[in-house]
């Protein structure tokens, strides 16, 4: 069973920075797709980042192209989320996931194993 921690959520003024990290451990998931998703109050959990099994690919969500980057520490296997130009609308709880395939997937039912979340909170 793949356990996944998330840290590096917080406070953070618009225009700031933050760096998220997903660190695994338990089961086998090296090799497998890994999504960054958020949910703020009241809303439905998003998709905002994907990095494919391989790593050679990766997807983001419109509103946060150019601003966030996901990447992947190859021998740790830790998964990163840089989040640059934070606006207010980016305010969530941010989870990372992991799912049985390398393809990457926008849908929360394709991934089964998920993160506590992190609360990132952008104030103006």
């Known amino acids: 069973q793949v356990q996944l921690v998330e840290s590096g959520g917080g406070l953070v003024q618009v225009g700031g920075s933050l760096r998220l990290a997903c660190e695994a451990s338990g089961g086998t998931w090296r090799g497998a797709a890994v999504g960054w998703f958020r949910q703020a109050p009241g809303k439905e959990r998003e998709f905002v980042a994907g990095i494919s099994g391989g790593g050679g690919v990766t997807e983001y969500r419109d509103s946060v192209k150019g601003r966030f980057t996901i990447s992947r520490d190859s021998a740790t296997y830790t998964h990163y989320l840089q989040m640059n130009n934070l606006k207010s609308e980016d305010t969530a709880v941010y989870y990372c996931?992991?799912?049985?395939?390398?393809?990457?997937?926008?849908?929360?039912?394709?991934?089964?194993?998920w993160g506590q979340g992190t609360q990132v909170t952008v104030s103006s």
């Open positions: 996931a992991t799912r049985h395939g390398t393809l990457i997937e926008w849908s929360t039912q394709k991934y089964a194993f």
